[in-house]
């Protein structure tokens, strides 16, 4: 007599849970970068460059002089700490009168970001301290997670606290926009010497200056007058992502010559090496100064942009929302009027309407509601960016309806 075939199969052995720090995260990073795709939706989310403002020419004819330079080299793996040539090429173009930088100063990264995940790997064991602004950028803190570490607030004042590292993004910072003037810088650089701790200066943004003057480098500040080489305790993070194009995934971390032994250490283990034909097209664009002819492109077509958005709010939002207009960058960080407005509650009524943002909690190392959102300006055209706002007026007033009246 034949056995059944439709017998439930065995459940088997259960499979190990995942990692302890995976459920301490959070999804919004892949959820606003799919917004971006989703028919019909104005995505203000995601901290992305204009895809129509690309560089498609330059890029296109560095690629074939990359070739035709390095040939088969470019299609082979690389040195872990990056193209010798790049690395003096980056030294050399952020050297200046105070500051004196050589090669063993720059170790070529897969973005600034997996230079922010390598310095939390060299330095941060479980429950360590890292010192940061509140709020502080997302992909910091998820860069960090799997470290599992601690973090304090940066105090604005008095000594700082035990910490392996503070962490600022000093230009038009990510989410708020805010820029360090000199004084504040002048503080940082003061505190983090008194502390012995390392001060990571995180700076994507720098170049997309719509106004204001320009402030100098932590980098630069921290040097010593004279010296040969740079020995302070600043980390420098750059990329081409915000002033090329973020597909290239070429960045850069500049530092002591300890601090970046340790980043490479770090770094063997995550990809072995950054692309060495991305590194070979990043250096060409370097060496004809596409990057910079580029940059006021980028800055005339982002201010509009910016202005856009500031204008559309004002129209929509004002009564609704505060905010100040940033002086660079890519992100308006804008403030509920209405103490204890929860901006997470608020982003499905968003959806709704055809519009995304990101809400302020996740910019904030403890997770607590936040009534803050971040909008970026620069992804869009201004009509485009209008219409955004109009859709988060609406799902905003709707959402306001039904919170309870405060007695």
């Not at 004819?61 to 690389?78: I, M, Q, R, T, V």
């Not at 799997?146 to 000093?170: Q, S």
């Not at 090329?244 to 770090?266: E, F, N, S, Y």
């Not at 509650?345 to 959102?373: C, I, K, Y």
């Amino acid at each position: 007599m034949s056995t059944s075939s439709n017998t439930a199969p065995s459940a088997g052995p259960r499979r190990p849970e995942f990692a302890t720090w995976m459920k301490q995260g959070n999804e919004i990073t892949q959820q606003f970068l799919s917004f971006g795709r989703r028919p019909g939706l104005i995505a203000l989310s995601g901290g992305l460059p204009a895809p129509d403002l690309y560089p498609i020419s330059d890029v296109q004819e560095a690629s074939c002089d990359a070739l035709k330079k390095h040939g088969s080299a470019a299609l082979g793996y690389g040195a872990v700490e990056g193209l010798f040539d790049l690395r003096k090429a980056i030294a050399h173009r952020l050297s200046t009168d105070r500051l004196s930088l050589a090669p063993e100063n720059v170790l070529i990264t897969t973005g600034s970001l997996q230079a922010v995940e390598l310095i939390g790997k060299a330095l941060i064991d479980s429950g360590d301290a890292i010192l940061a602004e509140y709020p502080t950028y997302l992909g910091a803190l998820d860069a960090w997670l799997p470290r599992l570490p601690r973090y304090a607030e940066l105090p604005d004042e008095g000594p700082w606290p035990e910490a392996k590292f503070a962490y600022v993004v000093p230009n038009f910072s990510n989410p708020t926009g805010a820029v360090l003037k000199r004084k504040a810088r002048e503080a940082l650089l003061s505190r983090s010497a008194e502390s012995g701790i390392w001060l990571v200066e995180d700076d994507p943004y720098g170049e997309l200056r719509y106004e204001g003057a320009v402030q100098p480098s932590l980098l630069e500040m921290s040097a010593a007058p004279g010296a040969a080489g740079y020995e302070g305790s600043v980390v420098h993070l750059g990329t081409l992502s915000k002033t090329i194009a973020p597909g290239l995934r070429v960045g850069w971390a500049v530092g002591a010559p300890d601090m970046i032994r340790a980043l490479a250490q770090a770094k063997q283990g995550s990809d072995l090496s950054t692309s060495t034909f991305c590194q070979a097209v990043a250096l060409e664009l370097i060496r004809k100064h596409a990057d910079r002819r580029h940059v006021p492109t980028l800055v005339n077509a982002y201010r509009e942009r910016r202005d856009a958005l500031c204008a559309a709010a004002q129209e929509h939002l004002a009564d609704l929302f505060e905010w100040r207009v940033p002086e660079g960058g890519m992100f308006v960080w804008m403030t509920a009027r209405q103490s204890g407005l929860d901006t997470n509650a608020l982003l499905p009524f968003a959806l709704e309407a055809g519009v995304s943002f990101v809400p302020g909690s996740v910019f904030d190392p403890r997770g607590l509601v936040s009534p803050s959102l971040r909008l970026n300006f620069t992804a869009n055209p201004p009509d485009v960016l209008q219409e955004g706002v109009r859709r988060l007026s609406r799902a905003a007033r709707e959402f306001a309806a039904l919170q309870p009246v405060a007695e």
